[in-house]
């Protein structure tokens, strides 16, 4: 909510986004990042017109070359004759509140490039808002009609996971000689990586993490669909393997189109995102009728006066059985 | 939830000089703004869209090269022909005195000199988006 701007509704920018204006698709992205009021109606009218862009999702290390080779891959899909939409992700700090997001500086000379719009997302660490508002950019991305939508993120934290697992091929980008790059990546990216790269593969290291790695996906679970996640080597500063790359993402969403697979992953990206929703809508409602009494009852706990479960339970009886009321 | 401030911070120009643009850059993070920094050796048109596409609300330019009398103008000049002529522009770098007033008819709404406390510079973009937000 903006305080200094009462919200105004159907300010008309979704229709101005489907006409191609760019600055209504920046302008509805930082609403949706700031969770203006009436945003929602806006993302309401350009559902409809999304659904047609391929999402990749590009997810690792700090420091492993994710925005190279996402510059390498924009360079090669406008080769191709493809739009493309980027969404480049970076931590907030805990401390201030503030970000530096500098992912944008490896894909800055793509800024001339009307094909191309990239856009970068602070986290700041909301509840769960993290991947909502990403999903909802991405949704802007699309509507725009963009035919490529990359999410670059960090691959550190669950936020970021579920943001990869929202993409049609996840791509978990690796390089040689990080020590533990294996123990970092064992907690739920191994399974979530369609596509595993080792960028920088000239150096050091990158037949043993290679072996590494195919050892510990071999030992994975088969996925339903037969897909094996294969490993590409790139060395994205001289733009080296990305075509073959890219190669395998196609296969990928051959493999998704193919039978079950797609319908699943559609319905399993739609459950995801309809709980989030809700989630996210119940938690604002909730927080917004507690008010001030929120901090009253944080005193309770905090003196041990009462036990947190029996408010929480309070709480979601007094909201939940009398209905939230509806506003917004 | 208040509008957070997003900064762009652009080094247009030919020179590689780029420590100071990212003691602000860190210095603007600290203080709580959102800060995409473009790195150096950008044209106007690189930094006017990517201002456009990351929708911020200020563009800081540092430029140590001599050339911000043709640079900085340009920059505001293609924000306004985008339609982001709302954008704060503002400067910083080695800028002679008397360019100053010049920058400033250009549209560079303020020219930060070489010691200028950074808390004044936090403060002055501060104000301003106050005072806009104010006006709506």
């Known amino acids: ?328 | 939830m208040e509008r957070k401030i997003r900064v762009l911070i652009a080094k247009p120009g030919l020179d590689g000089h780029d420590r100071g643009a990212k003691v602000i850059a860190r210095a603007l993070r600290d203080a709580g703004f959102e800060v995409i920094y473009t790195g150096i050796r950008q044209t106007p048109e690189q930094i006017a869209n990517a201002a456009l596409q990351e929708g911020v609300d200020v563009v800081g330019l540092s430029c140590l090269s001599g050339a911000h009398n043709q640079l900085f103008p340009r920059v505001v000049e293609l924000l306004r022909e985008k339609g982001a002529g709302d954008v704060l522009v503002i400067g910083g770098g080695i800028i002679p005195y008397d360019d100053i007033p010049r920058l400033k008819e250009a549209g560079i709404e303020e020219v930060f000199q070489p010691g200028t406390p950074i808390e004044e510079i936090v403060n002055y973009i501060r104000k301003r988006m106050e005072e806009r937000r104010k006006e709506g």
Not at chain 1, 250 to 255: L, P, S, V, Y
Not at chain 1, 276 to 292: D, H, K, N, P, Y
């Open chain 1, 1 to 328: 909510m903006d305080r200094g701007n009462p919200p105004v509704k159907g300010r008309g920018l979704a229709s101005r986004i489907l006409q191609g204006d760019i600055k209504a698709a920046s302008r509805l992205m930082r609403d949706i990042d700031d969770e203006v009021e009436g945003t929602v109606e806006e993302l309401k009218l350009l559902y409809p017109r999304t659904g047609n862009a391929y999402v990749i999702g590009i997810t690792g290390p700090p420091g492993v070359g994710k925005s190279t080779l996402v510059d390498r891959m924009i360079e090669l899909l406008r080769k191709e004759g493809k739009t493309v939409g980027v969404v480049a992700v970076d931590p907030t700090s805990p401390f201030s509140g503030g970000a530096i997001l500098g992912d944008r500086i490896r894909m800055q000379r793509h800024s001339t490039d009307d094909g191309v719009f990239i856009r970068s997302l602070a986290t700041r660490g909301q509840l769960g808002g993290l991947s909502r508002s990403t999903h909802d950019v991405v949704k802007v991305l699309d509507a725009m009609g963009k035919d490529v939508i990359i999410i670059e993120t960090v691959g550190v934290g669950q936020d970021e996971v579920e943001i990869a697992r929202a993409a049609d091929t996840s791509i978990v980008v690796l390089v040689p000689g990080l020590g533990d790059e294996i123990q970092a990546i064992k907690a739920g990216i191994l399974e979530i990586g369609d596509i595993f790269v080792i960028n920088k593969c000239e150096q050091e290291g990158a037949d043993r993490l290679e072996n590494e790695l195919r050892l510990m996906l071999e030992m994975g679970s088969k996925r339903p669909d037969g897909w094996v996640p294969p490993i590409y080597r790139t060395e994205a500063i001289k733009g080296e393997g990305i075509k073959e790359l890219l190669e395998g993402v196609w296969r990928h969403r051959e493999t998704l189109l193919e039978g079950e697979g797609h319908k699943r992953h559609l319905r399993e990206r739609a459950r995801a995102e309809l709980l989030e929703i809700i989630q996210a809508e119940v938690m604002r409602r909730l927080l917004e009728g507690l008010g001030e009494e929120l901090e009253r009852m944080v005193e309770e706990v905090a003196s041990r006066r009462k036990d947190p479960y029996t408010l929480a339970e309070e709480v979601l009886e007094r909201f939940l059985c009398q209905g939230t009321k509806s506003k917004g």
